[in-house]
């Protein structure tokens, strides 16, 4: 991860947040300026990411929260800058690429199954991390609270996806699936095969851009998949069944 990927990091956060310029900083006193918004790198001192507007923004708190929620998901571009690169872990490599995905189609998340197994290969934010396939549908039927609502977003997109496909067995030949009613809005596409790209949003979508984009993913993302090492499936949770 080098000087591209640091660039592309500045470039999703002046896209994402709608502001003038993004930029890095290290050391210094942070700016205190009401036009620029800042938040520093988790386990970084002295690094921080700054969005810079032309006028001070309305909401400053929710701007800083997207910041760390960035900040999270690209964290391994930060090692870049610190001596020699070496090969970032493939789960990551997936994790940052879900996130550019989710971010160019505005989708609430980015998540990668399989079908079958109870594992979440990949996904675009932390705030999904440690979730198992079992976690989300548990969270959709209710059964478990939802960590925020962009994790409860992608328990129905993952729901409705996975009965998509016990409905209409991937063997059908269909490598596409789009869900768009008032409750839900999700774009997923078979990739490497196996796996499925899901794209969850809140809301009604531009399917023509968000398709196009996915699309375009899909080759990027097959190589990240392929290079993934073994993973043993999560473990189940124990869960207290009220007796009637």
């Not at 470039?11 to 290290?26: G, I, K, N, P, Q």
């Not at 700016?31 to 309305?58: D, H, I, K, N």
């Not at 909401?59 to 870049?80: G, K, M, N, P, Y």
């Amino acid at each position: 991860m080098g000087d591209a990927n640091l660039q592309r990091l500045l470039d999703v956060v002046a896209e994402r947040l709608d502001s003038e310029e993004a930029r890095l900083e290290f050391g210094g006193s942070p700016p205190q300026g009401e036009t620029t918004v800042w938040a520093a790198f988790p386990g970084r001192p002295g690094w921080r990411l700054v969005a810079c507007y032309a006028e001070p923004p309305a909401d400053r708190a929710a701007i800083v929260a997207e910041l760390e929620q960035l900040l999270h998901a690209f964290s391994a571009t930060v090692s870049a800058t610190e001596g020699p690169a070496g090969e970032v872990p493939s789960a990551r490599a997936l994790d940052l690429a879900l996130y550019d995905l989710a971010a160019r189609c505005e989708a609430m998340a980015a998540i990668v199954l399989d079908g079958s197994s109870p594992i979440v290969w990949g996904r675009s934010h932390t705030e999904i991390d440690g979730a198992s396939v079992e976690d989300l549908l548990a969270i959709a039927k209710g059964e478990l609270p939802a960590a925020s609502e962009r994790v409860a977003c992608c328990a129905r997109a993952a729901t409705w996806l996975l009965d998509e496909l016990r409905d209409n067995p991937p063997g059908t030949g269909v490598p596409r699936r789009l869900a768009r009613t008032p409750e839900l809005g999700a774009l997923a596409h078979v990739v490497a095969n196996i796996y499925w790209v899901l794209l969850a949003f809140d809301g009604p979508f531009n399917e023509v851009s968000a398709d196009g984009a996915l699309r375009r993913s899909l080759r990027h993302l097959e190589r990240l998949l392929t290079r993934l090492p073994p993973t043993e499936p999560p473990a189940k949770r124990a869960r207290l069944v009220p007796v009637k």
